[in-house]
């Protein structure tokens, strides 16, 4: 009799369940210790933060059991962030990035391949264009200073082209400072900000580091040119230690090498690409906008040039 109770309530339990519960296996399906929490994926806990860049917050995105798995597995081999430089696009040490961090593995464990659906699930945007998760550690004093997700050379463009979308995950609840700040964000000023925030994230539109959150923002615009608006920063952490783990995400798969021909061959390089195109350019200075086949234009893509 217990036996058959037993059985209705996980009968029961198995088809209302709201939270699954997964039990983590790395990549080779061999069983780790760790028994993780993983909400569903859930759009009614998605605010719009801003249009002009498009950002968005996502309330509880990462259960606490994720969060702390994800620190796990990133503790043990925290590296010197590094930053691409803009003319050659190698990875290189820079004042302004002071974090450290390291990148895990696509489908590393059962809980990164659940966060990397959930991640598809709520961006529209497949698995295969994204990059592998990184993990990021910032101490007291460190900061990454405004920039841009896309990019200004060619070279970082080859796998995926440019970063469409990035979706940045907190794993901590940073108590002062560490706020993720837009400073070109449209009517940023109109933002309420209380003494609880840092002078940093009072330039700009703000969102506090809170363990499980993730804001998604486009570094694109919608007709798939670059966003100045969309630079951001993280502000130096002031009280505590800030835990973030960012997924960017191309334009075209960055799994695929097949993908890396079509970007050799047709891209804007410049952001301003499509103003100049709309005003004349392409025929008023057709060496610097389109070039030759050997020696490309600026904006071959904005001058329907790609066929040269
Ligand atoms: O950690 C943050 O708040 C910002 C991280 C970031 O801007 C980046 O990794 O591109």
């Given at each position: ?153 060619k070279v970082?463009q080859l796998q995926?082209g ?95 090498p097949s993908s890396m021909k079509q970007s050799e061959e047709c891209s ?25 086949k050997?020696?490309p234009?600026?904006?071959q ?5 790609c066929?040269?």
């Amino acid at each position: 009799m217990e036996m058959r109770r037993l059985l209705v309530l996980f009968a029961l339990l198995s088809v209302t369940a709201v939270v699954p519960v997964l039990f983590s296996r790395n990549k080779n399906g061999d069983p780790a210790e760790v028994v993780v929490v993983a909400p569903p994926f859930n759009a009614s806990g998605v605010t719009v933060i801003s249009w002009k860049p498009r950002i968005f917050l996502y309330k509880g995105f990462l259960s606490d059991d994720e969060c702390d798995h994800l620190v796990k597995l990133g503790k043990e081999k925290m590296k010197r962030s590094m930053v691409a430089d803009n003319e050659s696009g190698k990875s290189v040490m820079s004042e302004v990035r002071t974090s450290s961090g390291m990148f895990l593995d696509k489908q590393q464990d059962t809980v990164v391949s659940t966060i990397e659906e959930r991640i598809a699930a709520w961006t529209l945007l497949p698995e295969e264009n994204a990059e592998n998760i990184q993990i990021l550690r910032y101490e007291h004093g460190q900061r990454y200073d405004p920039h841009f997700d896309y990019f200004h050379d060619k070279v970082n463009q080859l796998q995926g082209g440019h970063r469409y979308a990035t979706v940045l995950m907190y794993l901590s609840t940073v108590e002062k400072g560490g706020e993720t700040v837009f400073p070109n964000a449209e009517g940023w000023e109109s933002q309420l900000k209380d003494d609880s925030f840092s002078d940093c994230a009072k330039k700009g539109l703000a969102v506090k580091a809170v363990k499980g959150d993730a804001v998604l923002f486009f570094n694109l615009q919608a007709d798939g040119t670059p966003d100045p608006l969309s630079l951001h920063g993280s502000c130096s952490v002031i009280e505590g230690e800030k835990w973030s783990s960012p997924k960017w995400i191309h334009v075209r798969s960055y799994d695929d090498p097949s993908s890396m021909k079509q970007s050799e061959e047709c891209s804007d390089l410049s952001e301003n690409c499509a103003a100049w195109a709309a005003s004349g350019e392409c025929n008023n200075n057709a060496v610097y906008m389109i070039g030759t086949k050997d020696s490309p234009g600026q904006c071959q893509k904005s001058c329907n040039a790609c066929s040269l």
